[in-house]
């Protein structure tokens, strides 16, 4: 899957707050940690199932 596609899959609020933050790949989504992803405005609990499935096929996963 690629980045544009996993936006594409997420809530108009989650997807702004990763574009507004200036997210644009998976590499950079991995350098946040579970707390960092959950405290930006537009993000909540039920975002992270679909960005730990994205980042586990690409071999990635959020920050410790």
């Known amino acids: 899957m690629e ?5 594409n899959k997420l809530s108009g609020p989650a997807r702004n707050a990763l574009e507004d933050e200036g997210i644009d790949s998976f590499e950079e989504l991995a350098t946040l940690s579970k707390k960092e992803l959950l405290a930006k405005h537009g993000i909540g609990r039920a975002t992270l199932p679909l960005v730990n499935e994205c980042l586990n096929k690409k071999g990635l996963k959020l920050r410790d």
């Open 3 to 7: 980045y544009k596609d996993f936006l």
